[in-house]
């Protein structure tokens, strides 16, 4: 099993990224999938989820990130816009099978090694 996230780098304020998550080894489409992000010193941080069509968002990031799926390529995507300095963080995605916004790696059946973003002028 694998989750390999991309897209991550170093961007300004207000600029855009788009991150993806690459799965194999499970049956991606059965799961509700994740992003959690951990931010430097603090803790982890549920940020969005989607299951079949359905998706939730964290307030902080709600109007700013979308997230999205493709079951025929096995991938999962958050499209980061109006970016912040408070998002610089480590973004990893996470496979699971509840609905819920959990903050712990062990609540997810499958978690990947995550990317870094970084937001700054």
């Known amino acids: 099993v694998q989750l390999v996230e991309s897209g991550g780098g170093l961007v300004q304020p207000g600029g855009s990224l788009r991150l993806s998550c690459a799965a194999s080894?499970?049956?991606?489409?059965?799961?509700?999938m994740n992003w959690v992000r951990q931010a430097p010193g603090k803790g982890l941080e549920w940020v969005s989820h989607?299951?079949?069509?359905?998706?939730n968002y964290a307030d902080s990031v709600t109007g700013r990130f979308t997230i999205s799926r493709d079951n025929a390529k096995n991938t999962l995507y958050l499209q980061m816009n109006s970016l912040k300095p408070e998002d610089t963080a480590v973004y990893y995605c996470?496979?699971?099978?509840?609905?819920?916004?959990?903050?712990?790696?062990?609540?997810?059946?499958?978690w990947g090694q995550g990317t870094q973003v970084t937001v700054s002028s």
């Open positions: 996470a496979a699971g099978t509840a609905w819920g916004t959990f903050v712990a790696e062990n609540e997810y059946s499958y």
């Open positions: 989607i299951g079949t069509s359905d998706t």
């Open positions: 080894g499970f049956t991606f489409s059965n799961y509700i």
